[in-house]
């Protein structure tokens, strides 16, 4: 989801967004994040995954779950700035994605394939 977080002041209280820092508006009020969805609880206004597991994606939640486990990416994104938690998820993202089509390389099979791929064109040139 790209956009602006907020960088806004605000008010008291403890936020797993961090200090300062505004949650972005679900795609829809009612409409649970893909990840509230997928382990079957409540998505409310804090939510952490909410920002960057929209409803319409539930595959890229179902993936990292898989792969990583959904205490893990809480902690991790808990554990991270907010400006770099987009980043982290679509990395996150994209390493299950390769782990579910290869669970022994992962994206390291993907990367040796493309240098195989590249040494070949190279020599052909």
């Known amino acids: ?10 008010g008291g209280g403890i936020s797993i967004l961090g200090p300062g820092l505004q949650h972005r508006k679900h ?15 409540k998505c409310t206004a804090e939510c952490v995954f909410a920002p960057y597991f929209p409803p319409d994606q539930p595959h890229k939640f179902a993936n990292v779950h898989k792969i990583f486990g959904a205490s893990n990416i809480t902690k991790l994104l808990n554990e991270l700035p907010q400006h770099q938690r987009e980043d982290a998820v679509n990395s996150l993202a994209y390493e299950a994605d390769a782990r579910v089509k290869d669970p022994v390389y992962g994206c390291v099979g993907a990367i040796s394939l493309l240098q195989r791929q590249v040494a070949q064109l190279q020599n052909e040139l």
């Open 27 to 41: 795609a829809t009020s009612h409409s649970p994040c893909a990840a509230c969805k997928f382990l079957r609880r």
């Open 1 to 10: 989801p790209g956009g602006g977080g907020g960088d806004g002041g605000g």
